[in-house]
């Protein structure tokens, strides 16, 4: 019996998800249960998100250790990103004060179980996480370039003070040793552009430039270059405020960008990210 590489059942999974009932199912309880935390988390305020966000988080992450049973690490955080992004079921949504209770859950979660395998997937959810706090405060700062109160160097102050370019790539190379620089990446980049308060490009001529330069200085693979320069057209059209019939079009763009460079980096995954248990 032929054992089918994590490239191809990733490829089968996205051409027809119902294909694999149980797989289809995990994906589903995932993408509900992200989606039912963050229902509840913005109906509270801080008091009852240290209440309830444990519990939720807790399912969400067991939930990804389930999927990754059957898949094996790296075809289901391949899978799971691919839906975070197509059904817009993504931590980065969550307010901040929700995702620093969820990352003290991670730290206890990764202290709780004993699995090798839900060790690993609850590093791999905490380090994103980390990169998700980072790239907002990366966002904070290009929010403020033109406020007379954080100078361009209060802003640098404040980079370093907080050790933020420190703390990106020490996540960032966790996560390449986790399931290989070439997914870690197609994540990270995705997880940042799901976040609800990132800085959009602007729509200017000059900008029109550097939304496809700037892609193209990350030293990225085709596939990864693409989908960056989709989400940076699509950022610009949204702080344009483009209504929603121009901007369908470019979501198909970026999630097949995205499918693609999620399965180009499937072929280059860490042994310990491709067995199913």
């Not at 406020?147 to 390449?176: C, G, N, T, Y």
């Not at 197609?186 to 200017?204: G, Q, S």
């Not at 270059?225 to 610009?236: I, K, P």
């Amino acid at each position: 019996m032929n054992v089918p590489t994590p490239r191809a059942r990733f490829e089968a999974l996205v051409a027809d998800p119902e294909a694999d009932a149980p797989v289809a199912e995990m994906r589903r309880g995932i993408v509900q249960a992200t989606l039912s935390a963050l229902e509840q988390s913005q109906a509270v305020d801080e008091e009852g998100l240290a209440q309830i966000m444990p519990a939720l988080y807790e399912e969400i992450v067991l939930s990804r250790v389930q999927l990754a049973g059957h898949l094996g690490v790296g075809v289901a955080l391949a899978i799971s990103a691919y839906d975070e992004l197509v059904h817009g079921a993504s931590i980065g949504r969550f307010v901040r004060p929700a995702r620093d209770l969820m990352t003290e859950m991670g730290v206890a979660l990764k202290k709780r179980h004993s699995s090798r395998l839900a060790h690993q997937i609850a590093e791999i959810e905490a380090q994103r996480l980390a990169l998700r706090h980072g790239h907002e405060f990366l966002s904070w700062l290009a929010f403020r370039r033109e406020d007379e109160a954080h100078p361009p160097a209060d802003r640098l102050e404040r980079l370093h003070a907080f050790k933020v370019p420190d703390r990106i790539l020490k996540s960032r190379m966790v996560l390449h040793g986790l399931v290989g620089a070439p997914l870690a990446a197609a994540v990270e980049a995705n997880d940042r552009f799901l976040l609800a308060n990132r800085w959009l490009p602007t729509p200017t001529p000059e900008q029109a430039v550097e939304r496809v330069v700037w892609p193209i200085l990350s030293y990225q693979t085709e596939d990864a270059v693409r989908a960056e320069q989709a989400r940076f057209e699509y950022d610009a059209k949204v702080h344009a405020q483009a209504p929603d019939p121009e901007l369908a079009p470019l979501r198909r763009t970026i999630a097949d960008a995205f499918a693609a460079q999620l399965a180009a980096a499937l072929d280059h995954l860490p042994p310990s990210a491709t067995l199913a248990f």
